[in-house]
């Protein structure tokens, strides 16, 4: 084999081992999520919401509470519904509420599928830009409606959505006026001010002080939603980077996030209870 040939074999090899690499760090980066949830002592089952012709798969997690519970919708981020997401369902049950965790990309598969089938970051990212508003709108509508309608439900509905999911949560609240709040992780706000004016519910945002990305656009949703006389109060903090709520529950997770995704959790809490 002559020397172009051995560089362009060493280059392959190299590329194949970092695609490896990289295939089962991502994979070990869930495991924790999903080794805390297969240890939940509550109710957690998968459901099949329908409207129309679509057919949404949803993750849902029950409280082991004496009196009906309110619901929390929880839409997930830009890599579709992870068994974190599912972890955070879990965990707002073991809170005391209803959760429920829509994949948004349910029929986006070939042969029907969802996140699961995509199977890589890039395809599952893909498919989700791809997404129709009016669709991820008609999703969430009928999740509501159907966790709403739960017999273990007070009737009373929020939303809470993480990166694009934030995002989502966000546009969300401007499409439907009966959910009682909106907590926007890292996520923008619409610019649109005749969007704005729909919104009927509070709105909570959790920031990562290291997101400037995102963070540009709390001023301008701050300044539209006090035209318009909504409440809308967001937390940014220090340090912590996009994504932390996820991050800061990892084994491997910097102080920073850590201490954020801790005071954020307390946070969203607190604020579930005024509901």
């Not at 002559?2 to 090899?13: A, D, H, P, Q, V």
């Not at 986006?108 to 669709?135: F, H, N, Y």
């Not at 959790?265 to 579930?272: A, F, V």
Request: with cysteine; net charge neutral.
């Amino acid at each position: 084999m002559n020397r172009r040939g051995k560089e362009t074999m060493i280059r392959t090899l190299i590329v194949t081992l970092a695609a490896a690499l990289m295939t089962a760090t991502t994979s070990i980066a869930q495991d924790w999520a999903k080794e805390r949830l297969e240890k939940s002592p509550r109710h957690l089952e998968w459901v099949k919401v329908k409207h129309g012709d679509r057919e949404v798969n949803c993750f849902i997690a029950y409280p082991e509470v004496k009196d009906k519970a309110t619901a929390v919708v929880v839409i997930h981020e830009i890599f579709g519904l992870t068994d974190w997401v599912r972890g955070v369902a879990d965990q707002l049950a073991e809170a005391g509420y209803i959760a429920i965790a829509p994949d948004l990309l349910s029929g986006a598969a070939p042969g029907g599928g969802g996140t699961k089938e995509l199977g890589s970051g890039d395809a599952v990212r893909g498919a989700i830009r791809s997404l129709p508003p009016e669709q991820i709108t008609a999703d969430l509508n009928a999740v509501v409606q159907y966790v709403t309608n739960l017999p273990a439900c007070n009737g009373k509905a929020a939303v809470g959505g993480f990166c694009w999911g934030g995002t989502e949560t966000f546009r969300f609240a401007t499409n439907n006026k009966d959910i009682k709040a909106g907590f926007v992780f890292y996520g923008s706000g619409t610019d649109k001010e005749n969007e704005i004016a729909r919104i009927q519910c509070p709105i909570y945002g959790f920031y990562g002080g290291n997101d400037a990305r995102v963070n540009a656009t709390i001023p301008k949703s701050t300044d539209l939603m006090k035209a318009a006389g909504k409440t809308y109060e967001s937390v940014t903090y220090d340090g912590a980077g996009h994504g932390f709520m996820r991050a800061g529950e990892a084994p491997d997770a910097n102080e920073a996030n850590k201490k954020a995704r801790e005071e954020g959790w307390q946070r969203w809490k607190d604020l579930l209870k005024k509901i």
